[in-house]
């Protein structure tokens, strides 16, 4: 997640650093941060341009702690002390969501019916393991056999455990995917093509 802010001090100061928090600025998300070097706009004045890192993987994260947070940024300075600046702007930390497809029969003939399966999974940061993901609205897309862009057919729910499935005509050759948009605890998501071949 990318991060810039612009510090302006008189004070020799030691480092900067942006922050997430929400409710009171005590209740902060732990991170780690790549600084770049100041970029001086004029004396007492740098610009940063910061990026950071969410593993849950490693860190002991909740799922509680996807959704909305507040961006702040603060300086240290030399001596001690520093300075906290609320900026108030809103980003969203989210969970990775995954999808699989599986379109069938392969090959078929024209005019016959294809069933387009798949799941919706999200991460959970407490098991560090994917798990189902139901009632998510997701986008079947469709790429005719020499093109380069998916087109949306049609809009499916998945089930209480995330599964997927519908049923099209063949028309023509192509390659079927499903697509999720995401929300404010969890990113989008698209599965891997499935070829089928129409006779």
């Known amino acids: 997640m ?3 802010f612009r510090m302006a001090t008189t004070r020799k100061w030691k480092w900067p650093a942006v922050f997430l928090y929400r409710g009171g600025a005590g209740d902060r998300l732990w991170h780690a941060i790549e600084t770049g070097d100041c970029i001086k706009v004029r004396s007492g004045v740098c610009d940063f341009n910061e990026t950071m890192y969410f593993d849950p993987s490693v860190w002991d ?6 959704g909305a947070w507040k961006v702040g940024a603060e300086v ?5 002390g520093g300075d906290t600046d609320d900026k108030g702007l809103t980003v969203h930390v989210k969970r990775n969501s995954r999808l699989t497809v599986n379109a069938s029969p392969e090959p078929v003939s ?3 019916t294809i069933t387009v399966t798949g799941k919706v ?4 940061w407490e098991t560090r393991k ?3 993901y139901g009632g998510r609205l997701v986008s079947l897309q469709f790429k005719p056999a020499g093109t380069a862009s998916y087109t949306t057919v049609k809009k499916v729910y998945a089930n209480g455990s995330g599964a997927l499935r ?3 005509k063949a028309s023509k050759t192509g390659t079927w995917r ?3 948009h995401g929300n404010t605890t969890t990113g989008p998501s698209t599965s891997s093509g499935d070829n089928v071949v129409v006779k």
Not at 61 to 66: I, T
């Open 2 to 4: 990318p991060a810039f």
């Open 61 to 66: 994260m909740r799922n509680s702690e996807a």
């Open 76 to 80: 240290y300075f030399e001596g001690g």
């Open 110 to 112: 024209k005019g016959r």
């Open 121 to 124: 999974t999200r991460a959970n």
């Open 130 to 132: 994917y798990a189902s």
């Open 166 to 168: 519908t049923t099209v």
């Open 178 to 180: 499903w697509v999720y």
